[in-house]
């Protein structure tokens, strides 16, 4: 009984775990999405050591390698840094820029 217990105590939260890691927006493996994660990491830590760029104004997002930045810059070398910051990241394939520059 007690064995019993323990085993479908550790099967829900294999579950809950499994479940915790779904993998989203057609990502096909938890691999990629690990990536991914590991890639939008990367380029806000750079962002943030930036004294040029405004990292709190920028939202990054990765998809198979790929970064979307978006957001608010104050002006186009603003805006500019923080592309080439995230093409220069390490694991990033692409860049997509749609950070805004404020008038």
Sequence with gaps: MKNTAVTLALSGLLAFTAVGCAVTR???????????????????AKLAENPTVSAMSI??????????????????????????????????KAVKNDIVIRP
């Design 26 to 44: 057609d990502q096909s493996t938890v691999g990629e999405y690990v990536d991914d994660t590991t890639v939008t990491t990367r380029v806000k």
């Design 59 to 92: 939202s990054v997002e990765t998809l198979k390698g790929t970064v979307q930045l978006s957001g608010f810059a104050k002006s186009a070398a603003e805006r500019n840094m923080a592309g080439d910051l995230a093409r220069n990241t390490s694991g990033v």
